[in-house]
């Protein structure tokens, strides 16, 4: 059973990352212009690097209070966005404009939330590298994810996820092997589109336990591939909110530092 799926999947995930980004590439209004290219927008190496810093969840909604308007997920890619200007000024890679980040977000109907399987769409946020205030830096991600999350229900929610009603549950668990058959597509058009994913899971605000034995933290890992070689995953637990990083060590080779 696993030879054939195992033959079966890279077509199949040639075509699912060429339906999510070409649905993101035709849509002018999100993607106006290439991304300015950076380091994470090569090819990437078998090695992983991975990282992750924690937060007060209550420090993040106080800066939200400073720019009406704004969210909490808001001030998450203006932390981005500051971490990235600095970390490519210090390699002197700085960019004088705005870095795209692919940000997947949650377009289940309330009346489905408990039903299996995931509901996704996306949309790119620019990240405003070039702006050394921070809170100019959030003022501008305001008024661009105003305007992008009118959009995202337009990009295809439907083709880009749920993939469960498509595919059989063993297939779903090689499907970090998508990102290898995406090959020299997402090289070439996933660059074009954004350097990096940027996703925000919410978690619940109260411990959890496990016969009797406290969760103390969660946190994330991301697929990265060639032309989108970093990934944040950010997951809020019980008053805390952790960003967590996936790159390269050809691209990143200091997390830490980042």
């Given at each position: 059973i696993m030879q054939p799926l195992a033959k079966a999947l890279p077509p199949f995930g040639s075509w699912l990352g060429q339906v999510a980004l070409t649905k993101l590439l035709k849509n002018n209004q999100v993607v106006a212009v290439p991304a300015p290219t950076t380091r994470f927008q090569q090819d990437v190496s078998h090695h992983r690097v991975w990282d992750m810093?924690?937060?007060?969840?209550?420090?993040?909604?106080?800066?939200?209070?400073?720019?009406?308007?704004?969210?909490?997920?808001?001030?998450?890619?203006?932390?981005?966005?500051?971490?990235?200007?600095?970390?490519?000024?210090?390699k002197g890679e700085g960019v004088d404009r705005s870095l795209p980040a692919i940000c997947p977000i949650n377009v289940r109907p309330e009346n489905e939330f408990e039903t299996a399987g995931n509901r996704i769409s996306v949309f790119i946020a620019q990240l405003p590298l070039h702006l050394d205030d921070p809170l100019d830096r959030l003022k501008a991600i305001v008024r661009d994810t105003a305007s992008a999350k009118e959009l995202s229900n337009a990009i295809g929610a439907k083709e880009l996820a749920d993939i469960n009603k498509i595919t059989p549950p063993v297939t779903l668990a090689l499907v970090s092997q998508l990102a290898s058959s995406f090959g020299s597509f997402a090289k070439n058009q996933a660059k074009k589109a954004a350097a990096t994913v940027v996703t925000n899971v919410p978690g619940p605000q109260q411990p959890l336990y496990l016969l009797g034995a406290r969760l103390v933290n969660f946190s994330g890992v991301g697929p990265i591939l060639n032309g989108m070689g970093l990934f944040h995953a950010i997951a809020s637990y019980d008053?805390?909110?952790?960003?967590?990083?996936?790159?390269?060590?050809?691209m990143m080779a200091d997390p830490h530092f980042y």
């Amino acid at each position: 059973i696993m030879q054939p799926l195992a033959k079966a999947l890279p077509p199949f995930g040639s075509w699912l990352g060429q339906v999510a980004l070409t649905k993101l590439l035709k849509n002018n209004q999100v993607v106006a212009v290439p991304a300015p290219t950076t380091r994470f927008q090569q090819d990437v190496s078998h090695h992983r690097v991975w990282d992750m810093v924690r937060f007060s969840l209550n420090d993040f909604k106080k800066i939200r209070v400073a720019v009406p308007g704004s969210t909490v997920n808001d001030v998450v890619l203006a932390t981005v966005a500051g971490a990235l200007k600095s970390y490519l000024e210090d390699k002197g890679e700085g960019v004088d404009r705005s870095l795209p980040a692919i940000c997947p977000i949650n377009v289940r109907p309330e009346n489905e939330f408990e039903t299996a399987g995931n509901r996704i769409s996306v949309f790119i946020a620019q990240l405003p590298l070039h702006l050394d205030d921070p809170l100019d830096r959030l003022k501008a991600i305001v008024r661009d994810t105003a305007s992008a999350k009118e959009l995202s229900n337009a990009i295809g929610a439907k083709e880009l996820a749920d993939i469960n009603k498509i595919t059989p549950p063993v297939t779903l668990a090689l499907v970090s092997q998508l990102a290898s058959s995406f090959g020299s597509f997402a090289k070439n058009q996933a660059k074009k589109a954004a350097a990096t994913v940027v996703t925000n899971v919410p978690g619940p605000q109260q411990p959890l336990y496990l016969l009797g034995a406290r969760l103390v933290n969660f946190s994330g890992v991301g697929p990265i591939l060639n032309g989108m070689g970093l990934f944040h995953a950010i997951a809020s637990y019980d008053g805390k909110i952790g960003i967590s990083i996936t790159s390269c060590r050809d691209m990143m080779a200091d997390p830490h530092f980042y």
